[in-house]
């Protein structure tokens, strides 16, 4: 399982990258592997501030529907056109073409209280 050390995770198994004072949102490629073949990726929040924990969208795998959680608080400013026509980027790349939402972060700080890699991985141990 691949878990980039520059990214910092959720225990809802969302990740996110800092890219000056945005942060880039997928999920992890554990959470790709539990869903299994995800066939549809819905995000209607694009515009919207939301809260940590608010959901941003939802994604729907063959056997089921879950929700995406924001890791951070921020303005959602971008959603990832690709994955609407294409959700499977989201298995064979969750950390590079598979990637949900930009946001414009409230607070830039707050990235820096997500688990890192290792405690993710700990986490799904």
């Given at each position: 399982m691949n878990t980039p050390k520059d990214l910092r995770y959720t225990k809802d198994h969302e990740w996110v990258r800092l890219e000056g004072d945005v942060a880039v949102i997928g999920i992890t490629?554990?959470?790709q592997g539990e869903l299994g073949d995800i066939v549809f990726v819905e995000v209607e929040t694009e515009g919207e501030e939301l809260d940590a924990e608010?959901?941003?969208g939802t994604v729907e795998a063959v056997k089921t529907v879950s929700d995406l959680f924001m890791p951070v608080a921020g303005e959602v400013i971008e959603v990832n056109e690709a994955i609407a026509d294409d959700p499977a980027l989201v298995n064979s790349?969750?950390?590079?073409?598979?990637?949900?939402?930009?946001i414009k972060l409230a607070d830039a700080g707050s990235v820096a209280e997500l688990l890192d890699a290792e405690a993710y991985e700990a986490l799904i141990a």
């Open positions: 490629d554990y959470a608010e959901v941003f790349d969750p950390y590079g073409e598979g990637w949900m939402i930009k």
